[in-house]
């Protein structure tokens, strides 16, 4: 069993990495601003160290790798790292004190989709700054482990799901309309064909796949994996699926992106063009290979369940 320090323990991934990890038997330390609780309760974290760090803060004072390193953990798990200095800054710290260190990257760093399912190891060409900057993080990381024998995995999400957050929708933006739109049987309107995809993957299954790069040492380190689910969904094969999971028939209309843009707010509008601008499909071959990577969840299993915690919190008023 190891001592883990998770940074980012109560977000997205952390909200179920953190209690498999203590129900695993590991000594768990969780890191974060302490502003937020997980999104599920769950009894296991009475048995976790919470440590209150504010990130941003203590890397302008050149203080938050150090921080790190002085928890003196085996294994350090960042789920929150966005700039290539940030990363830089940790892993100074932590060369040559830990066993393992698991990065949380994004399948945007491939930017646009050429070859589908993209495999890991096609040539990247991201755009926008968050794309650009964690395919640097990812450069680096990886060059760190092969100069110097840095312990680092870097696992690649695509579009994160789970209990306590609205999913990326069927219209590519997060704004639970669309879902509202769909219950009442209405029309719901996409741009082009509704032929650009969308690459879920349920937090929970990140969080397995995160203890099986742990379990297998020795093939993980120095590799990146996506960690997405069994197969990407086009738009309109995922609006429709909820139509039918609704119990209404689908009723969908197309527009050209411009007609489309200006029905939609400019925030949803700016959302969705980032999203279907990707259309990521990422292939799990790797994973499965060598990690024994299966997600439980398919996208749309994800979703459903996600939608179904907002419902029944009210969350989505129909």
Known sequence: ??????????????????????????????????????????????????????????????????????????????????????????????IGKIRHFLHIGTIWTHGFSEVVPTPEDVTKRPFGDYGVQKAAIEDYLLGLARRDGFPVTILHPGHIVGQGWSPLNPAGHFDNA??????????????????ETVHHIHADDIAILLTQAMANWSVSVGEAFHAVSPGAVTLRGYAEAMY???????????????????????????????????????????????????????????????????????????
């Open 1 to 94: 069993m190891a001592r883990i320090i998770v940074i980012g323990a109560t977000g997205h991934i952390g909200t179920y990495l953190v209690p498999r990890l203590v129900r695993a038997g590991h000594d768990v330390v969780a890191v974060s601003r302490g502003a937020a609780q997980p999104y599920l309760p769950d009894t296991a974290w009475n048995q976790v160290e919470r440590i209150t760090i504010d990130r941003a803060a203590a890397e302008a004072s050149r203080e938050f790798g150090q921080a790190i390193a002085d928890l003196k953990g085996d294994i350090v798990i960042d789920n929150i790292c966005f700039t290539l200095e940030s990363a830089q800054q940790l892993a100074k710290a932590l």
């Open 178 to 195: 669309a879902f509202q739109t769909i219950a009442r049987g209405e029309t719901l309107a996409l741009p082009n064909f509704g032929m």
């Open 244 to 318: 039918r999971w609704f119990g209404k028939e689908p009723s969908l209309s197309f527009h050209t992106w411009e007609d489309w843009k200006s029905m939609q707010k400019p925030e949803n509008a700016a959302a969705a063009w980032e999203h279907i601008a990707r259309s990521p499909n990422a292939s799990i071959d790797k994973g499965r290979r060598l990690l024994g990577y299966a997600p439980r969840y398919t996208s749309l299993e994800a979703v459903q369940e996600s939608v179904s915690w907002l419902l029944g919190n009210g969350k989505l008023a129909l």
